[in-house]
C-alpha cells in the first residue's frame, strides 16, 4: 500500500468495498502486518468476534508462543465462517500479547499477513501480563462488515 494513498478493495461478491488508508505523515505499517485506517462501505451488519485464543478443539494450549498465534488465527477463520465472513471482510483487530517484546513482532505480522494477505485490517496490539486462562499467551478479536 502506498501511504497517502486509499486503496480500495472488493471483499465480496456482494460490493463490499474496503479502502485501505495510510496517510502521509504517518510511517508505512504494511511491512509490519497492519494498516492505519479502513473504511468500509456498502455493508450494513457488523459481527463482532470475541478474542480466539490459541487453544485447540480441546481446549489444550501449547507451551509455544508461535504455535499459539498460528492457532488463534485459524480459531478466528473459523469463527468468522461461523457468521458467514472470511478475512477480508475483517475492518478491525485487537491483538493481546502476554509479556509482549520485539521478538515476538515478527511471529505476529507472519500470522496476520498469512490471514488476511493484502487486506491488512487496522490493528492495535495491547501488551498484557496475562489473559482468562493460564498459559495463554495470545488472543485476537476481530469486527467485521457482513455485507
Known sequence: MT??????T??????????????Q???????????????ASGG???????????EDSTGSLSPDFSVQVGQAYANLRT???????KPNQVIKLTVFVVDHDQSKLGVLTRHVKETFGETLPAQTLVPVPRLALDGMLFEVEAVAVLD
Open 25 to 39: 505523515g504517518l510511517y508505512d505499517p504494511a511491512p509490519n502486518g497492519y494498516s492505519h485506517a479502513v473504511i
Open 10 to 23: 472488493t471483499a465480496n461478491e456482494n460490493d463490499l468495498k474496503l479502502t485501505i488508508v495510510n496517510p
Open 79 to 85: 469463527a468468522l465462517e461461523g457468521v458467514g465472513a
Open 44 to 54: 450494513g451488519r457488523i459481527a463482532y468476534i470475541a478474542g480466539q485464543g490459541g
Open 3 to 8: 501511504m497517502g494513498v486509499p486503496t480500495a
